[in-house]
């Protein structure tokens, strides 16, 4: 099997996991420990997951090594990772320092904690941001297999991780440890994965690491400039929309924070199912720009991909919309009562207009590999900035719901300045990539969503065996229409 369809089929395979698994399991966790403590649990897991996601040393190996191996330099790829080991490590124990500054401020950050919740807190706290320090020069090196387009391994192994977490959360909840060993255990499982991956790169593809031929200065250079506008971007991005529930957190308590984590948890499954594919396609983007692609051919690359990416997604965020609301009830309506479809309004103000932001994926990859982040970063600054002080007082005077809608409109305020200046910056055709994407959709899109009301109208009750009529009746309706759409 190709390996590109390889780890597309093993990525999906993973994402099925990764989403499955939580929607299963968060009723039962929230039954074990409470609104309060799983919205502790909830706020650590998010910081661990956005630090996995951020891939910020996996993404500056695989953009590097792909150039080096376009120009076939095996020599200067080894020393790239001799210095990459050094530069991350010292970068980890900055991010360790950094993290222990903040600690002592916890108390202030989160005055709605009760002591016993700060507590448990600052233990899922340090024990998220000593994994952080000691995995961020290990995950710099996890980008040789991607540079090298080779997905089948580290796919295998990101599904059996997935598999093993899952089993491995309802035994830990079993022997009553509660959040603290749920976080111990995810950390766990993704150190021994890293472990596979490395001896995979570094013994399987037999990649060398070397600091032979003394410290070279314009590398340093160059991989410092590339990883410090990426460091801004991925700072800038745990900033915006899923900071939320951290500032829900901090004006309402750990309760607030619960309701609108579910919600985020949804939106961030979402994000997930849309990059799955784009994180495949850095290394065949760079060779592009690496051999001279114009901006047309970007844009028309990105349109192929963002074609797919909606085919995907809509269906998904049309039965959000349609059924959300009765999937939040059946979820997790039995512990959070009426505020369940609280979370229902969060996934879906932030589902919507992330939809046009995912479709073109692409183009971040294509920043990356034009070293064009100065610009992103800027605009993406801006964006948080005002995202973060506007939801303060969001939060505090209106609430949760107000704090949703807040948050679709920075999505949406962030993706025009990115079309209208960073991309147009770049030569690619915003424009047209969006009338090449959602071509015929203008017309479908909304048959589709009119479809789902009905089906939703005919297919009486309310329960899972009804919504699964329900999901059942749409997936039919959309496969017709795709088959249609070809002819």
């Known amino acids: 099997m190709n390996e590109i369809r390889a780890g597309a089929v093993l990525n999906y395979a993973n994402l ?95 005055p709605k904690f009760t002591a016993g919740e700060l507590g448990t807190y600052r233990v899922l706290y340090l024990m998220t941001l000593v994994n952080a320090a000691l995995m961020f020069p290990g995950r710099s090196l996890a980008g040789i297999a991607d540079s090298r387009q080779r997905y089948m391994v580290p796919g295998l192994i990101a599904v059996g991780a997935s598999v093993l977490n899952a089993v491995g959360t309802w035994v830990v909840l079993q022997w009553g440890w509660r959040s603290v060993g749920l976080v111990a255990f995810n950390i766990g499982t993704g150190v021994l994965a890293l472990v596979l991956n490395m001896l995979y790169c570094f013994v399987g593809l037999r990649a060398r690491l070397s600091l032979r031929g003394g410290w070279d200065g314009a590398l340093c250079r160059g991989l410092f400039a590339f990883s410090w506008w990426m460091l801004l971007n991925q700072l ?94 059946l979820w997790v309506g039995e512990k959070l009562g009426e505020a369940a479809e609280l979370s229902w309004l969060v996934a879906v103000a932030l589902v919507v207009p992330q939809t046009f932001s995912l479709v073109q994926a692409l183009g971040w990859q294509i920043s990356q590999a034009r070293e064009a982040l100065r610009q992103r970063v800027a605009i993406m600054a801006f964006n948080s900035v005002l995202f973060v002080g506007v939801s303060y007082f969001v939060c505090l005077w209106w609430g949760i719901g107000a704090q949703a809608v807040w948050a679709a409109c920075s999505i949406v305020i962030q993706l025009l300045m990115l079309n209208l200046i960073h991309y147009r910056g770049l030569g690619l055709r915003p424009g047209r990539f969006y009338a090449r994407v959602f071509a015929g959709w203008y017309v479908w899109g909304p048959v589709l969503l009119c479809s789902a009301w009905g089906i939703g109208q005919l297919v009486p009750g309310e329960g899972w065996w009804s919504l699964g009529g329900k999901l059942a009746g749409l997936a039919l309706v959309y496969a017709v229409m795709l088959r249609y759409r070809k002819r």
């Open 16 to 110: 099925g996991l990764r989403i499955g698994v939580p929607l299963v399991l968060t009723p039962y966790i929230l039954e074990v420990l409470g609104p309060a403590e799983y919205g502790l649990y909830m706020l650590a897991s998010t910081l661990l997951v956005r630090l996995y996601l951020s891939d910020l040393g996996r993404t500056t190996s695989t953009k590097f090594l792909s150039e080096y191996r376009a120009r076939g330099d095996g020599e200067g790829a080894a020393r790239f990772l001799g210095m990459l080991a050094v530069l991350y490590s010292v970068a980890g124990a900055v991010l360790l320092g950094l993290g222990l500054v903040v600690y002592a401020f916890l108390g202030d950050i989160f």
């Open 236 to 329: 800038i991005n745990m900033l915006n929309a899923g900071t939320g529930n951290y500032l829900v957190a901090i004006t309402r308590g750990a309760d607030a924070a619960a309701v609108y984590t579910c919600g985020l948890q949804i939106y961030a499954n979402y994000f997930l199912l849309g990059g799955c594919l784009a994180q495949l396609f850095l290394p065949r983007v760079v060779g592009m720009v690496v051999r001279g692609a114009s901006a047309a051919v970007q844009t028309e690359a990105m349109a192929r991909l963002g074609r797919v990416q909606l085919q995907i997604l809509l269906p998904v965020a049309v039965a959000l919309v349609c059924y959300g609301r009765e999937f939040f009830r």
